[in-house]
Structures are given as C-alpha cells and as structure tokens.
C-alpha cells in the first residue's frame, strides 16, 4: 500500500512541477512582476499545503488504512481552515497579484488531484488485503 502511494505522490508532484514553472512563466510574461510574485506565493501555498498531507498521511499509513483515512480528512479539515485565515489575511494586499496567486493555486491543485485520480485508477493497487497461504503461515 505504502509502495502504491509514494507511486502516486511521485507522479503527481513531478506532474504539478512542470504545471507549476510554466504557470510562474505565464504569470510573469503575462501580469509583469506583481504577477512573478503572487504566482510563486500561489505555488508556496500549495507545495506547503500539499507536502504536509504527503507527510502526515504516508506516516498513517504505515499504521493502517483506517488511520490512513481519519489522517487525511483531519488534514484536510485543517488545511481548509488555514487557507482561509491565510486568504483572509491578504485581502488588500498590493505587494503581488492576488488574482494570480488564486488562478495559479487552482491551477496547481487541479493538476495535483487530476493526476492523483488518474494515477490511482491506473496503478493496481489490491484494496483486500490477500490471504496468506498455509505454507508461508507455518501451518
């Protein structure tokens, strides 16, 4: 399982890179340098965001694949939170693009989850755990 879903988080994040540099490169030739700087902010964002599920919830997977999924709906659930109070917070700033920063963001968590799903339905990955045989279990 854990094998199957650094598979996933690998191409996924290589996926995203690539969306992200020619995003920031858009950005930039399209907004000028307020556009550079709200588009690297957007994928900071999300590249935190994002490596904080990666951490969180390949550690609970090693434990099992309930805890698997109660670690990735709490981060979620946080992670929601702390968008907000981050957008929030800039709400009339005009060091950078804000509107930027947003499409870019949507942009890369678009990417990300497309890729995810993609890679998971392509990747064989057993949801039931196989039986062992009675050789291998000693009886």
């Known amino acids: 399982m854990l094998a199957k879903y650094a598979t996933i988080v690998r191409r996924a994040g290589a996926l995203t890179a690539v969306a992200a540099a020619i995003m920031v490169a858009l950005s930039a030739a399209l907004v000028g340098v307020k556009g550079l700087i709200g588009a690297l902010v957007g994928v900071a964002i999300v590249t935190v965001f994002f490596g904080i599920s990666v951490l969180v919830v390949g550690r609970a997977a090693r434990v099992s694949p309930q805890a698997m999924m109660i670690a990735a709906m709490v981060t979620y659930l946080v992670k929601i939170i702390a ?7 800039m709400n009339g700033t ?46």
């Open 83 to 89: 968008l907000a109070v981050i957008v929030s917070n």
């Open 94 to 139: 005009t060091a950078f693009s804000t509107r930027t920063l947003g499409f870019v963001a949507i942009g890369c968590i678009l990417v990300w989850s497309a890729t995810q799903v993609i890679t998971a339905v392509k990747v064989k990955m057993l949801y039931v755990e196989p039986e062992q045989s009675a050789a291998r279990r000693g009886g």
